[in-house]
């Protein structure tokens, strides 16, 4: 794993020690012994995460990790705060500093470099999110990126699987003021409670006598369902092997008991606000690939994503030796309704006619939006004589139910044409099957409309 780490620390000595520990591991080192040269590094350099010591002259570094997490232009760098401190108030002051993690000198090795490259995971989620947010910007679709805000002050969801009961309500009575929270003793069923509820966080407490927790962390991580849910092991005081193993397994955060209670709700409003954001990129993601597929107007996917789906479903057509049909169709006289009634009266013909193919085709049948009045149904397994029935019931259904506009009460009478052509032997490619349809169309059109024609063999 490659990555860009700036050591912040007034000691020479603590510099070269992380320094030589950091390039170990083949990770590229800056250095600074103050904290303003670190914000004027992170401001000027790539930098992908931070080891911040905190008892500096001139600006300590709770200073410094709140002017870097006010910064919008780099607040998404993780902040490691690497200290002699070892108070719970100091941890709690460090986190709600911003910092994402909390080291105490002297460093474990292991624990160092486990912690780094988790954060640095995260970190490249954060960092697709950045990314998206500009590209949005760019194309005027800024609401993409508001997908779950607002939610940052809402009672969070936890999950907390510990097999005491005494520590249960320790917990649950520490987390009331910012969660719900479900506590569970039985690991296993605990599994199947994350994968089927809305959970934005679960604990793992490590106290069981005859249980693995580690299993239940690793399950976690490799169900679909919870693979991007948060998890926060409590361990033991010295249990460093365990720690390590956690964070490898992709465990997010860790806290040693005896727990305090304002560290553990302090590191678990870091963890739900961090997923909260990362639910904000898949989501974005989501959205950003149906708006480049879909047309805005129909909902039906739109040429571009016809053009690629097409050539995967004949392929596949041809290697299996299946049917494939594909079905065009236009609305007739369609000009006459813009110039007519205007192109807002247009647009809802347009509507309601996509809604009429969406109820009349089957669910495996791939509609679309070809361009103007022109749609396109593509009919895998289907051979030639299906896929008309399936064109002369759309038809039908376009004929003899009257479109009737919604601002006017106007009522259209309203047909189509359609064209059909399907995979034989002549057909030796998807834009060869698009072209066939298209004729067949065209006949359609010039035969007097209102009717289906398939292409000739």
């Given at each position: 794993?490659t990555?860009?780490?700036?050591?912040?620390?007034?000691i020479?000595?603590?510099?070269?020690?992380?320094?030589?520990?950091?390039v170990?591991?083949?990770?590229?080192?800056?250095?600074?012994?103050n904290?303003r040269?670190?914000?004027?590094?992170?401001?000027?350099?790539q930098?992908d995460?931070?080891?911040?010591?905190?008892?500096?002259?001139?600006?300590?570094?709770?200073?410094v990790?709140?002017r870097?997490?006010a910064n919008?232009?780099?607040?998404?760098?993780?902040?490691?705060?690497?200290?002699a401190?070892?108070?719970?108030a100091?941890?709690?002051?460090?986190?709600?500093a911003?910092a994402?993690d909390?080291?105490?000198?002297?460093?474990?090795?292991?624990?160092l470099?486990?912690?780094?490259?988790?954060l640095?995971?995260?970190?490249?989620?954060?960092?697709?999110?950045?990314?998206?947010a500009?590209?949005?910007?760019?194309?005027?679709?800024?609401?993409?990126?508001?997908l779950?805000?607002?939610r940052?002050?809402?009672?969070?969801?936890?999950?907390?699987?510990?097999?005491?009961?005494s520590?249960?309500e320790?917990?649950?009575?520490?987390?009331?003021?910012?969660a719900?929270v479900?506590?569970?003793?039985?690991?296993?069923?605990?599994?199947?409670?994350?994968?089927?509820?809305?959970?934005?966080?679960v604990?793992?407490?490590?106290?069981?006598?005859?249980y693995d927790?580690?299993r239940l962390?690793?399950?976690?991580?490799?169900?679909e369902r919870?693979?991007?849910?948060?998890?926060?092991?409590?361990?033991e005081?010295g249990?460093?092997e365990?720690?390590?193993?956690?964070?490898e397994?992709?465990?997010?955060?860790?806290?040693v008991?005896?727990?305090?209670?304002?560290?553990?709700?302090a590191r678990c409003?870091?963890q739900?606000?961090?997923k909260?954001?990362?639910?904000?990129?898949?989501?974005s993601?989501?959205?950003?690939?149906e708006?480049?597929?879909?047309?805005?107007?129909?909902?039906?996917?739109?040429?571009?994503?016809?053009?690629?789906?097409?050539?995967?479903?004949?392929?596949?057509?041809?290697?299996r030796g299946?049917p494939?049909?594909?079905?065009?169709?236009?609305?007739d006289?369609?000009?006459?309704?813009?110039?007519t009634?205007?192109?807002?009266?247009?647009?809802?013909v347009?509507?309601?006619f996509?809604?009429r193919?969406r109820?009349?085709?089957r669910?495996?049948?791939?509609?679309?939006?070809?361009?103007?009045?022109e749609?396109?149904v593509v009919?895998?397994?289907?051979?030639?004589?299906?896929?008309a029935?399936?064109?002369?019931?759309?038809?039908?259904a376009?004929?003899?139910?009257?479109f009737?506009l919604?601002?006017?009460?106007q009522?259209?009478?309203?047909?189509?044409?359609?064209?059909i052509?399907s995979?034989i032997?002549t057909?030796e490619t998807?834009?060869q099957?698009?072209?066939?349809a298209?004729?067949?169309?065209?006949?359609?059109k010039?035969?007097?409309?209102?009717?289906v024609?398939?292409a000739?063999?």
């Amino acid at each position: 794993m490659t990555a860009r780490i700036l050591v912040v620390d007034d000691i020479p000595a603590n510099v070269k020690l992380l320094e030589a520990r950091l390039v170990a591991e083949y990770f590229d080192v800056l250095t600074a012994d103050n904290g303003r040269d670190a914000l004027n590094i992170c401001e000027d350099s790539q930098v992908d995460l931070i080891l911040l010591d905190v008892m500096m002259p001139g600006m300590d570094g709770f200073e410094v990790c709140e002017r870097i997490k006010a910064n919008p232009r780099i607040s998404h760098i993780p902040v490691v705060m690497v200290t002699a401190l070892d108070q719970s108030a100091d941890r709690v002051r460090g986190l709600k500093a911003g910092a994402d993690d909390f080291l105490t000198k002297p460093v474990n090795d292991l624990q160092l470099i486990s912690r780094v490259k988790s954060l640095l995971r995260l970190k490249t989620l954060s960092d697709e999110l950045r990314t998206r947010a500009e590209t949005a910007r760019t194309i005027g679709i800024e609401d993409v990126l508001r997908l779950g805000e607002g939610r940052s002050e809402e009672s969070a969801h936890v999950l907390l699987v510990d097999g005491r009961a005494s520590s249960q309500e320790r917990i649950i009575r520490a987390l009331k003021p910012i969660a719900e929270v479900t506590a569970m003793s039985d690991p296993q069923a605990a599994l199947f409670e994350a994968a089927e509820s809305a959970f934005e966080l679960v604990i793992v407490n490590s106290n069981f006598e005859d249980y693995d927790p580690l299993r239940l962390c690793s399950q976690l991580r490799s169900l679909e369902r919870t693979r991007f849910l948060p998890v926060l092991l409590i361990t033991e005081q010295g249990a460093d092997e365990m720690t390590v193993r956690a964070l490898e397994l992709g465990v997010n955060d860790y806290i040693v008991r005896p727990v305090d209670a304002n560290e553990l709700v302090a590191r678990c409003l870091s963890q739900i606000r961090r997923k909260r954001y990362n639910d904000r990129l898949r989501a974005s993601v989501q959205h950003t690939i149906e708006l480049a597929v879909t047309d805005a107007l129909t909902g039906l996917n739109n040429r571009r994503y016809l053009d690629n789906h097409l050539a995967v479903l004949f392929k596949r057509s041809l290697i299996r030796g299946r049917p494939l049909s594909v079905l065009i169709t236009d609305i007739d006289r369609f000009k006459a309704v813009n110039d007519t009634y205007g192109h807002d009266a247009g647009d809802q013909v347009l509507k309601e006619f996509a809604s009429r193919i969406r109820s009349t085709v089957r669910g495996a049948d791939l509609a679309c939006r070809y361009g103007g009045e022109e749609f396109v149904v593509v009919m895998p397994d289907t051979p030639g004589e299906v896929a008309a029935s399936i064109a002369e019931r759309l038809r039908m259904a376009v004929e003899t139910v009257p479109f009737t506009l919604r601002d006017s009460g106007q009522v259209l009478n309203v047909t189509a044409s359609f064209g059909i052509s399907s995979r034989i032997g002549t057909v030796e490619t998807a834009d060869q099957l698009i072209k066939q349809a298209d004729l067949a169309l065209y006949a359609a059109k010039n035969s007097g409309r209102n009717r289906v024609v398939a292409a000739a063999a």
